[in-house]
C-alpha cells in the first residue's frame, strides 16, 4: 500500500543514453513534483503537474521532459544524459490548496558513467 | 527571491543530549514554514509545520516556533535518540505558488551511545 512509489530505485547508465524514470501515487492527489537531490543533499524543485497539466518548470535543461499520462502518474524521462545528471530524483504528490503536505517517493539514485 | 538558510552539519550528539537546528529565511511573501526529515536511504517526511507567526509545530518530540521578528524556525528536541539520525530539511512555502517548497541545504544529525 505504498503511498508514492518510484522505478527503479537505482539506475546506472553511460553518457548520452537516454532514460526513464516513472512516478506513480495511489493517495488520488491533484498535484505531483519532481525534485533532485544533489551528492551535498540539495533539493530543488524541477517540475509539478496539476491534473496532467504542468504548472511548474524550473530553470532545467530540455534534455528532461516530464509526462503525466494521467493524475497517478509523472514520469520523467532525460536525453543523452550527463555526468552532471547524477543524483537522486525524488518524486512528490499533494492534494489541494487547503493541504500544505507533500508526500515523498523512496526516490531514484542515477548514476551517469 | 525565497531562500532557506540552515546550519551546516553534520551535528553529532549523544543520546539524550538536547537538539538545536537553526533555520533562518528570507521570502517575498508570508511564507508557511516546515520540518522534512529524511532517514536513509528514505524519502522526505514531513515532521512538523507552523503556518503563521508565533505558530509552534511539533512531533515526535521535537518542536520548532514560527519567529517573523527574527525569520527563524528552529528545530529543537529535548532528548535525541540514536533512532533519530537523519537529515533535516527546513523548507518554505509562499501561498499562491503552485505549493512549491523552496528546502535548506539539510543538516545531517547523528546521535551516539
Known amino acids: 500500500d505504498t503511498a508514492v512509489s518510484q522505478t527503479p530505485k537505482y539506475l546506472v547508465t553511460q553518457m548520452g543514453n537516454d532514460k526513464s524514470i516513472k512516478c506513480e501515487q495511489n493517495l488520488g492527489h491533484d498535484t505531483m513534483y519532481w525534485y533532485k537531490q544533489d551528492s551535498k543533499k540539495f533539493l530543488k524543485i524541477m517540475f509539478s503537474y496539476n491534473n496532467k497539466e504542468l504548472i511548474i518548470n524550473e530553470t532545467v535543461p530540455n534534455r528532461f521532459s516530464p509526462k503525466s499520462p494521467d493524475k497517478a502518474h509523472l514520469n520523467l524521462h532525460i536525453n543523452s544524459l550527463e555526468l552532471g545528471d547524477s543524483a537522486v530524483y525524488f518524486c512528490?504528490?499533494?492534494?489541494?490548496?487547503?493541504?500544505?503536505?507533500?508526500?515523498f517517493g523512496p526516490g531514484t539514485r542515477l548514476t551517469v558513467t | 527571491g525565497n531562500s532557506v538558510t540552515q546550519m551546516e552539519g553534520p551535528v553529532t550528539l549523544s543520546e539524550e543530549a538536547f537538539l538545536t537546528i537553526n533555520c533562518t529565511y528570507t521570502a517575498t511573501g508570508y511564507p508557511s514554514l516546515f520540518w522534512y526529515v529524511q532517514y536513509p536511504g528514505e524519502g522526505l517526511q514531513l515532521l512538523l509545520k507552523?503556518?503563521?507567526?508565533?505558530d509552534k509545530g511539533s512531533n515526535k518530540g521535537f518542536e520548532a516556533t514560527y519567529r517573523k521578528e527574527t525569520t527563524s524556525f528552529h528545530l529543537e528536541k529535548g532528548s535525541v535518540q540514536v533512532s533519530d539520525s537523519a537529515v533535516y530539511f527546513c523548507?518554505?512555502?509562499?501561498?499562491?505558488?503552485?505549493?512549491?517548497?523552496?528546502f535548506g541545504t539539510g543538516t545531517r544529525l547523528q546521535v551516539t551511545l
Open positions: 512528490a504528490s499533494r492534494q489541494g490548496a487547503a493541504s500544505y503536505e507533500q508526500y
Open positions: 507552523a503556518t503563521k507567526a508565533d
Open positions: 523548507a518554505l512555502r509562499i501561498s499562491g505558488t503552485a505549493s512549491k517548497l523552496t
